[in-house]
């Protein structure tokens, strides 16, 4: 078999469109030969080369007029904290003004929107802004995973030692963005969830830990408490702390198993005890066992911290009513 003739090498090493194929001299047979394969018409892709998501985005919109990448596509981006069952999704989210023809080709999911100059942007092709990719993927999560989407983009940290973390979109425009769309799909949620929003949450499973929280009876806890020492310095900063009991919670991810993290840990956990406050640490391990346990930990370490605990929380798993943790006592 003839081997092919090499390709110029902007076109060796990503998709291209036959366009820009033939653009550069390269001729039809070429663009058939048998090391390039068609993930859709009018596109090649050189075989044995890893394409990124980008590369599929930008080459098909270039192929679509009028495309702008929208939808779940748009979310995996922008790097939003979606759910796992969205890894699979492998089509691209192509969306065009109401009232053109939607987008129909292989591996792409079309879709019509009426949209705004404010609502697309370029990052080398035409995407929806961060805003109108969360009102549009509203209706496919629940309040809680947008409340997940929604503390990513609206944290921020200004501590007083450690770097500033400024948030990607501020909560106010966040919450005006939704009044300006009373009638799109999915805008009850979208409602519900903004108002559970809060600013200095840092992973999903720190604002699931919140949202446990503020469902119980537990009293307040917040993002962004520093703890001071006598002098008035933070010290320390956990992931979720009231003040009012002097009891925090950090929850410990997977990279806090580093040998680096364990010794930062060490110092962090050392100097809260040190300064007066009770620490719970939750986990991926606690947070699967129920709401249940993970309000008993925080329970008993809020009585430490002289909590009242009127509906006696702290010792529900003593009594065993925690099965998956009876061996607490």
């Keep these: 078999m003839k081997t092919p003739k090499p390709l110029p090498v902007a076109l060796s090493r990503a998709p291209f469109t036959l366009e820009t194929a033939r653009s550069l001299g390269i001729t039809g047979g070429r663009v058939r030969a048998a090391d390039l394969s068609v993930p859709s018409r009018g ?51 192509i969306a065009r003004h109401a009232g053109q023809d939607l987008p129909r080709r292989r591996n792409v999911k079309g879709h019509e929107l009426h949209l705004g100059p404010q609502d697309v942007q370029n990052y080398a092709f035409p995407i929806t802004s961060m805003l109108r990719t969360l009102l549009d993927i509203a209706p496919l999560l629940t309040v809680d995973e947008l409340v997940i989407i929604m503390d ?23 919450k005006d963005h939704i009044v300006q769309h009373p009638g799109n ?44 020492d006598s002098l008035g310095r933070g010290k320390v900063s956990p992931d979720l702390a009231c003040k009012q009991y002097r009891t ?20 962090r956990d050392f100097i809260t005890k040190s300064l007066g406050w009770h620490q719970v640490l939750i986990n991926a391990d606690d947070m699967r066992a129920g709401e249940q346990l993970v309000i008993a930990k925080l329970a008993r370490a809020l009585k430490l911290g002289g909590w009242p605990d009127p509906e006696n929380l702290a010792n529900r798993s003593l009594h065993g009513l925690l099965p998956a943790r009876k061996d607490f006592s």
């Design 248 to 267: 925090c919670a950090e929850y410990d991810g997977l990279h806090h198993f580093t040998a680096s993290q364990q010794v930062k840990d060490h110092d």
């Design 43 to 93: 596109i090649r892709v050189p075989k044995d080369v890893p394409v990124e998501l980008l590369d599929h985005c930008r080459v098909l919109t270039q192929i679509t007029p009028g495309g702008i990448i929208s939808h779940i596509t748009a979310a995996k981006i922008y790097n939003f904290h979606l759910p796992r069952r969205f890894d699979a999704q492998s089509a691209i989210d």
């Design 152 to 174: 990513q983009l609206v944290c921020e940290h200004h501590r007083s030692f450690g770097r500033h973390v400024y948030p990607r979109v501020a909560l106010d425009s966040l």
């Design 185 to 228: 799909r999915g805008v009850r949620k979208l409602r519900a969830a903004v108002d559970l929003a809060r600013i200095g949450s840092d992973s999903p499973r720190e604002t699931m830990l919140r949202l446990i929280i503020e469902r119980s009876t537990l009293p307040r806890f917040e993002h962004n408490v520093e703890i001071l």
